[in-house]
């Protein structure tokens, strides 16, 4: 089964302070990479995705790293703040047969900022 | 513009009873999603639609577990019967386009349903 291993499983982390979530991922078939955040209660969120034709996506606060030749890809959080606090969720899609692709995610990182 | 609507928020049932949840999508959606997320857990696919079309359900349950997606717009997921193991939440998340669709398969998540079985 394809599948994404995201570590930490959690996080604190001072205010100001950098976030750093890590994801790896086997099937070199993966060609979209985003990451989501959820808050408690609330539906996953898109934050910010990349695509393998770049190594660094950044918006914001929020920068993905990307290495293709490793098959890893990291979310950096710069200047935390306690409202960064949530759940993240890295993912990963591949064509899963056919022209239909979807969406695998890791299995969360509860970040928690500390004021 | 309204989100992905979910209901209900909570139910709580006895196993081997049946559940249903409802979920519409953003206006304009033509792909939903139904999401299985345990707790401490990813959400997993569970079913895909493109328009009321089944696009991926490889990883529904089917002898216990339907969905339907009527007029292609809103859609509902049924339990029957439940068992302990379907305590989750399940989320319905829809986007413009299907994933690969670049610019167009962002996919926008409801609240979910937490659903408790005893």
């Known amino acids: 089964q394809q599948q994404v291993k995201q570590s930490p499983q959690s996080l604190i982390v001072q205010k100001g302070g950098i976030s750093i979530i890590n994801c790896a991922y086997e099937n070199t078939a993966f060609d979209y990479f985003p990451w989501y955040q959820q808050f408690p209660g609330k539906g996953p969120a898109l934050l910010i995705a990349i695509r393998p034709d770049v190594s660094e996506k950044k918006e914001g606060r929020f920068t993905i790293s990307f290495n293709k030749s490793a098959k890893q890809f990291s979310l950096h959080i710069m200047d935390s703040q306690p409202g960064d606090s949530a759940t993240y969720f890295c993912?990963?899609?591949?064509?899963?047969?056919?022209?239909?692709?979807?969406?695998?995610f890791g299995k969360g990182t509860l970040l928690t900022v500390n004021p | 513009e309204a989100g992905v609507a979910q209901s209900p928020r909570y139910k709580i049932i006895e196993k081997r009873q049946s559940v249903a949840f409802w979920c519409n999508p953003i206006?304009?959606?033509?792909?939903l999603y139904w999401y299985q997320q345990i707790l401490g857990q990813g959400p997993k696919l569970l079913i895909q639609?493109?328009?009321?079309?089944?696009?991926?359900d490889s990883q529904l349950p089917k002898d216990r577990f339907s969905a339907e997606r009527l007029k292609g717009v809103d859609s509902t997921l049924k339990i029957q019967p439940a068992k302990l193991e379907d305590s989750a939440v399940y989320l319905c998340?829809?986007?413009?386009?299907?994933?690969?669709?670049?610019?167009?398969?962002?996919?926008?998540f409801g609240p979910g349903t937490r659903l408790t079985v005893l």
């Open positions: 206006s304009g959606h033509a792909t």
């Open positions: 998340a829809s986007s413009y386009g299907p994933l690969g669709v670049i610019g167009a398969d962002t996919q926008y």
């Open positions: 993912a990963a899609t591949s064509n899963s047969g056919g022209s239909n692709y979807k969406l695998t």
């Open positions: 639609f493109q328009n009321n079309g089944v696009v991926d």
